[in-house]
């Protein structure tokens, strides 16, 4: 969405136009939805909190300032109502049943191995996402999925540009520790030369039974 459609759109939500919210609405529904349920590794809870935040929408469209970014203005309420949700309900770092791709599939069909590949490296990804700390997820939620800039990020986070980005430089680096952590143990090792060597000459001379 370009800035001038964005700002007219503003204008039209603090006016109080429903065809507003319905454009608004289709824009980042799905963007939400999937921010939410990446965050909270739940899908319940992130269709709860998705509608939890189109209504803060409703009641708060009069007030928006003129030059609202919608994106990181829904972002930092669903954001807000996550960690709310997690306080209220003690659960902090809890993981949740029903862990769901990071990904969503693209249109074009790619070959059987481009397919196997994609998956297996979805299942990583996912699972080192998923370890990792609520503020980590968050940051590389927002700058490598939603594509927010370091400084909206921030904004939505509530830390000024450079704290963010050294968060999401720690973020990077944990989640290449845990991508680390769940590669496939390595085979075991090769018998060495002299032993293959022994056990064929004990066979050779019948002292090896099978």
Same mark, same amino acid.
């Given at each position: 969405?370009d800035r001038e459609c964005e700002l007219a759109l503003v204008a039209r939500l603090r006016d109080g136009d429903a065809?507003?919210?319905?454009?608004?609405?289709?824009?980042?529904?799905?963007?939400?939805?999937?921010? *939410?349920?990446r965050l909270s590794r739940s899908r319940d809870v992130a269709e709860d909190l998705a509608e939890e935040t189109w209504?803060? *929408? #409703?009641?708060?469209?009069?007030?928006?300032?003129?030059?609202?970014?919608? &994106?990181?203005?829904?972002?930092?309420?669903?954001?807000?109502?996550?960690? $709310?949700?997690?306080? $209220?309900?003690?659960? &902090?770092?809890?993981?949740?049943? !029903?862990?769901? &791709?990071?990904?969503? !599939?693209?249109?074009?069909?790619?070959?059987?191995?481009?397919?196997?590949?994609?998956?297996? *490296? %979805?299942?990583?990804?996912?699972?080192?996402?998923?370890?990792?700390?609520?503020?980590?997820?968050?940051?590389?939620?927002? @700058?490598?999925?939603? !594509?927010?800039?370091?400084?909206?990020?921030?904004?939505?986070? !509530?830390?000024?540009?450079?704290?963010?980005?050294?968060?999401?430089?720690?973020?990077?680096?944990?989640?290449?520790?845990? *991508?680390?952590?769940?590669?496939?143990?390595?085979?075991?090792?090769?018998?060495?030369?002299?032993? #293959? &060597?022994?056990?064929?000459?004990?066979?050779?001379?019948? %002292? @090896?039974?099978?």
């Amino acid at each position: 969405m370009d800035r001038e459609c964005e700002l007219a759109l503003v204008a039209r939500l603090r006016d109080g136009d429903a065809a507003a919210f319905d454009a608004v609405y289709e824009e980042y529904r799905a963007r939400l939805y999937s921010f *939410l349920a990446r965050l909270s590794r739940s899908r319940d809870v992130a269709e709860d909190l998705a509608e939890e935040t189109w209504l803060r *929408l #409703v009641a708060s469209s009069e007030r928006l300032r003129p030059d609202t970014r919608l &994106g990181p203005w829904l972002f930092t309420v669903a954001r807000n109502l996550y960690y $709310s949700y997690c306080r $209220s309900r003690a659960l &902090g770092e809890t993981v949740f049943d !029903g862990l769901i &791709g990071l990904w969503p !599939g693209g249109s074009s069909r790619p070959s059987p191995f481009e397919e196997t590949a994609a998956r297996e *490296l %979805e299942r990583r990804v996912e699972h080192g996402l998923a370890a990792l700390p609520a503020p980590y997820r968050e940051a590389l939620l927002l @700058v490598a999925v939603e !594509g927010l800039t370091p400084s909206e990020a921030g904004g939505v986070c !509530g830390l000024a540009p450079d704290a963010f980005r050294q968060r999401l430089s720690r973020a990077r680096a944990a989640l290449d520790r845990e *991508l680390g952590s769940v590669r496939a143990e390595p085979a075991s090792p090769e018998p060495r030369q002299e032993e #293959v &060597g022994r056990t064929a000459a004990k066979a050779e001379a019948g %002292e @090896v039974t099978t």
